[in-house]
């Protein structure tokens, strides 16, 4: 116990950040709001990929020692002859998991890599295509409310003849007469940043002038793109699809994909940095904001997890 009476490691021990992750994992954020809110959702699914992963190789550091744990509860040694058969068959049991743990560590856990990038993958895609239709929804509505402001100012006298709920109604009618006239949005397809900024320019969104998507970049998106087609559709396997999509993989048409740590890193950072540059497109033009508030995209490789 510490000086002031309470525990000495608790929960009252942890900063901001790592109050908001236990929390998270105690209750999903996303359970306590409706669809809508796109940005909060993406970056919910974001941690919630990252937690699992972090988890899944903590797990694996602590199984490890699977067996010197079980010896130490039993106060027994794997070296003694006479064990008996129960303590023997806990004792073998505790070595397979330990071995089973190292084998996976030591090959990388892929698996749990190749897991989280297709969930991120996937929050990257549904952010995007929530974030345009709503960007067009709050356009049209701006818009609608302009021209009836303005009409209303041209003919006052009608104006005030009509109801609040007749007023309402034709701002409702005047939006959806907006939307049908707009062109429909596209949908995600093509490679690399191209399969997000078509369906973004459709809303105003699309990479402007002066903050061009770098070409490195592109080649992770693209990369990152053909490997969760191979992993979700190709039992992970490189097809010649997959190398016509990102002719820069390191892999053969044919080879079964793995993923490295160092690969995981490389695309997390891309796929958060990315986001982070499409939600700020949507301030961009408030008189506050500046670009020094958005992402940094030539230095977009650091921006993976801490620890990832």
């Not at 699977?66 to 303590?87: H, I, T």
């Not at 034709?170 to 690399?192: D, T, W």
């Not at 087609?229 to 820069?248: C, F, G, M, T």
Request: hydrophobic residues 40%; proline residues 4%; charged residues 30%.
């Amino acid at each position: 116990m510490s000086h002031e009476g309470k525990p000495v490691i608790g929960e009252h021990n942890l900063g901001e950040s790592a109050r908001k992750q236990l929390e998270e994992a105690r209750r999903d954020p996303r359970l306590d709001r409706g669809r809508g809110a796109s940005v909060a959702d993406f970056w919910a699914a974001i941690e919630e990929a990252e937690r699992v992963r972090m988890l899944g190789i903590w797990g694996l550091y602590e199984l490890q020692r699977s067996l010197e744990n079980e010896e130490a509860k039993l106060g027994v040694s794997r070296d003694d002859p006479n064990l008996d058969d129960s303590v023997t068959r806990r004792l073998q049991a505790a070595w397979e998991r330990a071995e089973l743990a190292r084998s996976d560590h030591e090959a990388g856990h892929a698996g749990l890599n190749a897991q989280c990038l297709v969930s991120q993958v996937s929050a990257l895609d549904a952010l995007v295509e929530e974030f345009a239709p709503a960007m067009r929804e709050i356009q049209v509505a701006m818009i609608a409310d302009q021209m009836t402001k303005k009409a209303a100012e041209e003919h006052p006298e009608a104006a005030a003849a009509l109801s609040p709920e007749v007023h309402a109604k034709i701002g409702e009618v005047v939006r959806k007469q907006l939307a049908n006239m707009l062109p429909k949005l596209k949908s995600l397809k093509n490679k690399g940043a191209q399969r997000y900024e078509k369906l973004l320019a459709g809303v105003g969104l699309a990479a402007p002038a002066d903050r061009q998507i770098p070409q490195d970049l592109d080649q992770a998106i693209a990369e990152m793109g053909a490997l969760r087609d191979a992993l979700v559709h190709r039992s992970a396997r490189i097809d010649a699809k997959a190398l016509s999509d990102a002719p820069s993989l390191r892999w053969a048409e044919g080879e079964l994909v793995r993923l490295s740590d160092d690969d995981y890193r490389t695309y997390s950072a891309a796929i958060r940095c990315y986001s982070e540059e499409v939600v700020f497109r949507s301030i961009r033009a408030w008189p506050e904001v500046t670009d020094k508030d958005g992402p940094n995209l030539a230095n977009w490789k650091s921006y993976y997890r801490l620890g990832a």
